[in-house]
């Protein structure tokens, strides 16, 4: 199975300021078909799990552009540009090439320094 | 707009069986993938069983194997997740989500499995 891992596990930020967190494979997770099927998600504080972003870099509908994806391979980062109150949550990538299992990582929790 | 809508958890004895349902509106369910993923209270997402659109093919995790069972009623736009042989390690909120890639996700229903 593919083992994802992220970090850092705990991202305090200020306002304004841009944050990243990164996420690493076990295994390369460019499918044969060429794509690459690393997801990122958001759970705000209470709520369900959003999708954010597929295939790397691909934007959810009404997902803000402060948010951005990249990567390749094994190592992957979400990006937001500046980070807003309403970012406060936990973030999970996923990878969706070699399944089944599909795996996600253990999440990065931001919060508001 | 796409709506999922988990039902049936609650506190089952270990050992017991619990049925979750997941009424879906807003989109062709039948050409879907369709996925449980679960979430231990305090932890993080855990994906538990997807099955394929038309072909009906199922997948399952290795902690689930043998005691679950996803299935999908076409007809009423419901998936359906049979729970046997629960364990204290199934305790957790479980979403149904659209897609193998989880693009869309329920409230959750939460499922807790204690003597």
């Known amino acids: 199975d593919v083992v994802m891992t992220q970090s850092p596990l705990s991202l305090p930020v200020t306002l304004g300021q841009p944050a990243s967190i990164s996420c690493r494979s076990s295994q390369s997770l460019v499918s044969s078909d060429g794509n690459t099927y690393l997801i990122w998600f958001q759970q705000r504080p209470g709520q369900s799990p959003r999708r954010l972003i597929y295939?790397?870099?691909h934007r959810d509908s009404g997902v803000p552009d402060r948010f951005s994806g990249s990567g390749s391979g094994t190592d992957f980062t979400l990006k937001i540009s500046r980070v807003e109150a309403e970012d406060v949550g936990i973030y999970y990538c996923?990878?969706?090439?070699?399944?089944?299992?599909?795996?996600f990582g253990p999440g990065t929790k931001v919060d508001i320094k | 707009e796409v709506q999922l809508l988990e039902s049936g958890g609650g506190l089952v004895q270990p050992g017991g069986s619990l049925r979750l349902s997941c009424a879906v509106t807003?989109?062709?369910?039948?050409?879907?993938?369709m996925t449980w993923v679960r979430q231990a209270p305090g932890k993080g997402l855990e994906w538990v069983s997807s099955?394929?659109?038309?072909?009906?093919?199922?997948y399952y995790a290795d902690s689930v194997k043998g005691r679950f069972t996803i299935s999908r009623d076409i007809l009423k736009n419901t998936l359906s997740l049979q729970m046997n042989d629960l364990r204290a390690e199934d305790t957790a909120v479980y979403y149904c989500t659209k897609g193998n890639w989880n693009d869309d996700w329920g409230p959750g229903t939460l499922v807790t499995v204690s003597s």
């Open positions: 099955i394929s659109g038309s072909e009906m093919n199922t």
């Open positions: 295939k790397v870099s």
């Open positions: 996923m990878q969706a090439t070699h399944w089944p299992p599909f795996t």
């Open positions: 807003g989109f062709t369910f039948n050409t879907y993938a």
